[in-house]
């Protein structure tokens, strides 16, 4: 008999002008991928379920597409895909944003694709956050969102709980990447092997990027989770997560380990050295210099934990995966 397999939704948003070559690719890869898993046969391999979220007339988004329909449960990423034409007002009603902001604060990922950046942007959610977008609107973003760190030159900003791509097709890497961290890169690499399409080396033959829990149900956890993120968990103590927690430290820190699986250390590391796993792929900063821009004021130290985590030392993943 079959394994029983967990479920984890994907939603994905159909607003005003949303290209819908997205919209099916997105669920034609998740639908490769959950075939490709069943051939595993293994229960620690979810099911992707995958829904269409249609915004309607007074911009409030409505499942009208459900690929295996059963009971409601949160979903762990909502994905904005793009638009083939420019980005108007009308496309980010204030009942659309406030639904994202809504999902975001349930411990819901938030993917978005070239125009979806930008929406990410209008919901505040991006402010003091690194994220990229189309080439064409990076002039234009720069303006109207100063509060955003932006990084036009990179394809992806993986953040954690946000992601944004750049490229009309960058919906592609999108799945993948979501595919990666719910199945494991070999199931990726395959999915994106059947479909020929391009999939990041790094992340099949170096682990993962790091992928947060966010659905644990624990609030006082999920709110340290995207303050950590927020500020790339650089110079913080246990003892300045416990009171953004609002929690005794003892407290916090049985509650952060039972909600992530983590330590509250560990789980710095792991954030620290997944922004400089992008530094080494995206820029030529020296390795010292990002050792220090992630928060590590001994660069030997910072060469030590990377190692552990990715396997490979920062100069020889640059050498491998550099662009």
């Given at each position: ?36 898993a069943a051939e595993h046969d293994s229960a620690q ?70 125009i979806g950046s930008i929406m990410l942007a209008r ?187 990715t396997g490979l030392s920062p100069s020889d993943y ?6």
């Amino acid at each position: 008999m079959a394994a029983q397999r967990s479920t984890v939704e994907l939603g994905v948003l159909i607003y005003q002008g949303a290209q819908l070559a997205a919209v099916h690719g997105l669920t034609d890869l998740f639908g490769v991928a959950n075939r490709i898993a069943a051939e595993h046969d293994s229960a620690q391999l979810p099911l992707l379920r995958v829904s269409h979220w249609q915004v309607d007339a007074h911009g409030t988004p409505a499942r009208t597409f459900d690929s295996h329909p059963g009971p409601e449960q949160p979903m762990m990423a909502v994905l904005v895909p793009p638009s083939i034409a420019e980005f108007t007002e009308d496309q980010a009603p204030p009942a659309l944003l406030d639904w994202l902001r809504l999902q975001h604060a349930g411990g819901t990922v938030l993917g978005g694709v070239c125009i979806g950046s930008i929406m990410l942007a209008r919901s505040g959610l991006l402010d003091g956050r690194s994220a990229t977008t189309h080439w064409s609107s990076a002039k234009s973003f720069a303006a109207c969102y100063p509060a955003v760190r932006l990084e036009a030159d990179k394809p992806i900003v993986d953040d954690g709980d946000l992601i944004t791509s750049a490229g009309l097709m960058a919906w592609s890497e999108l799945g993948l990447r979501l595919v990666d961290r719910l199945m494991g890169p070999s199931i990726a690499a395959d999915t994106a092997r059947f479909l020929v399409i391009e999939h990041s080396a790094s992340a099949s033959q170096c682990g993962s990027n790091f992928a947060p829990i966010l659905r644990h149900g624990d609030g006082a956890v999920l709110k340290v989770q995207h303050w950590l993120q927020a500020s790339g968990a650089v110079d913080v103590s246990v003892a300045a997560m416990a009171q953004e927690a609002n929690l005794e430290e003892r407290t916090f820190l049985r509650r952060f380990r039972n909600a992530t699986g983590l330590k509250p250390t560990e789980y710095c590391q792991h954030l620290r050295v997944g922004k400089a796993r992008q530094m080494l792929e995206f820029t030529n900063g020296t390795i010292d210099h990002i050792a220090w821009t992630v928060g590590y004021q001994d660069p030997s130290a910072f060469r030590v934990i990377f190692k552990k985590i990715t396997g490979l030392s920062p100069s020889d993943y640059r050498n491998r995966f550099g662009v």
